[in-house]
């Protein structure tokens, strides 16, 4: 099984289902679905290393929580994740090592403005072969 993400219409909200092998695997598709719903996004040459860490006790509260960091830093430093290097994802911790890019703003091309990752509809649960998360993004 492959990571991968598949985007759903909700209301006037989007929704994202995310399938991965693993509960850390969800984390790279899950920053894709999030920055395919804000447009295409294209990044400059220009990175750096960025870290999460995050503590509680359900992931997907977590997953939440990373989701509106990523999304923090986008509209703050006007960063994207392009590459994670590693990613723990235990149902008490998270930690995500990725590489972040300065976009490049004549390029990039923005569909929809998010606010934030909601509880709403906000689950990870184990399948057969991995795990799916579900988030809804609101726009």
Same mark, same amino acid.
Request: charged share 20%; net charge negative; aromatic share 10%.
């Given at each position: 099984?492959?990571?991968?993400?598949?985007?759903?219409?909700? /209301?006037?909200?989007?929704?994202?289902? &995310?399938?991965?092998?693993?509960? @850390?695997?969800?984390?790279?598709?899950?920053?894709?679905?999030?920055?395919?719903?804000?447009?295409?996004?294209?990044? /400059?040459?220009? !990175?750096?290393?960025? !870290?999460?860490?995050?503590?509680?006790?359900?992931? @997907? #509260?977590?997953? +939440? *929580?990373?989701?509106? !960091?990523?999304?923090? &830093? %986008?509209?703050?430093?006007? +960063?994207?994740?392009?590459?994670? $290097?590693?990613?723990? %994802? =235990? +149902?008490?911790?998270? #930690?995500?090592?990725? /590489?972040?890019?300065?976009?490049?703003? $004549?390029?990039?091309?923005? =569909?929809?403005?998010?606010?934030?990752?909601?509880?709403?509809?906000?689950?990870?649960?184990? #399948?057969?072969?991995? %795990?799916?998360?579900?988030?809804? &993004? *609101? #726009?």
């Amino acid at each position: 099984m492959l990571p991968h993400f598949e985007l759903f219409d909700h /209301t006037a909200d989007m929704g994202v289902q &995310v399938i991965a092998p693993t509960m @850390a695997g969800l984390m790279a598709p899950a920053t894709q679905g999030l920055y395919s719903i804000i447009g295409e996004l294209v990044a /400059t040459s220009k !990175q750096e290393a960025f !870290q999460f860490e995050l503590s509680g006790n359900d992931p @997907a #509260i977590l997953l +939440r *929580d990373y989701l509106n !960091q990523v999304l923090f &830093v %986008f509209e703050r430093d006007h +960063r994207m994740l392009i590459s994670f $290097e590693q990613t723990e %994802f =235990s +149902r008490e911790h998270l #930690i995500v090592n990725a /590489t972040a890019a300065a976009l490049d703003p $004549e390029k990039c091309v923005y =569909s929809h403005e998010v606010k934030a990752i909601t509880y709403h509809e906000l689950s990870i649960r184990e #399948i057969e072969g991995g %795990f799916e998360a579900r988030f809804i &993004v *609101d #726009i």
